[in-house]
């Protein structure tokens, strides 16, 4: 049977929600507020926390701002001085230290290649260092070579040019000298070949060059 009711609106008796809306708008309602629990959390919880975490690095950091920069400091001081050695080094490479090279020449003569070989000694010595395009100087020498045979003297000079005293050398005179007798009493031998040698040093540009390759070869050697 179909009722209708007639009473006016304000009359009539108030309708209940429907039980399917109401759990719908309580759900709603429930999601809003723990999405707000949630963007307080993180707001207020996670984002402080991580503020507070940058602000200890930075504090750090700037703590550490001193000693970085005297790392720095430092870092440029060891470079600055590992160029000045190098410099000093390849300066030291290429030049002509001339009581390194007295040394070489007074090895070649109290030390033979074989004992015995040959027996000389030196009564003068000069250096002329004076650079030019096709030369560096030169050095001169004159002595004496005991013995009446001229093969020792060759020896002598054949030696010399096998010696670290010649590789910075590019010519000598030849072996070359005249017969007299040695002075003093009861000496022997009693004869001697005097000789002058005249060395021209490389020119510098070729000197160098043939040391930075030796030292190259060198280097490749010990490896």
Known sequence: MIRVNLLPQEYRKAE?????????????????????VAWLWVRYGMLEKAETERNDEKQKVANQAPQLKQVSDLEAWVAEYRGQYEKIDQVAQNRLVLSRKLDELWEV????????RYEVWLQSLSFALAPTAKTGGAVQ??????GPKFNRLSDFHEDLKK??????????????GNKQDLPGKNREPKEGWTFNFTTSLKALKDLY???????????????
């Open 109 to 116: 003569v109290v030390n033979p290649v074989q004992t015995g």
């Open 209 to 223: 060059e043939s040391r930075a390759k030796a030292v190259a070869a060198a280097e490749t050697g010990k490896k």
């Open 141 to 146: 020498f004159a002595g004496t070579s005991a």
């Open 16 to 36: 209940s929600t429907p039980l399917k809306q109401f759990f719908s708008l309580i759900g709603a309602v429930v999601l809003v507020a723990v999405a707000a």
């Open 163 to 176: 010696s670290d005293f010649y590789r910075d050398f590019a010519d000598i005179t030849y072996p070359s």
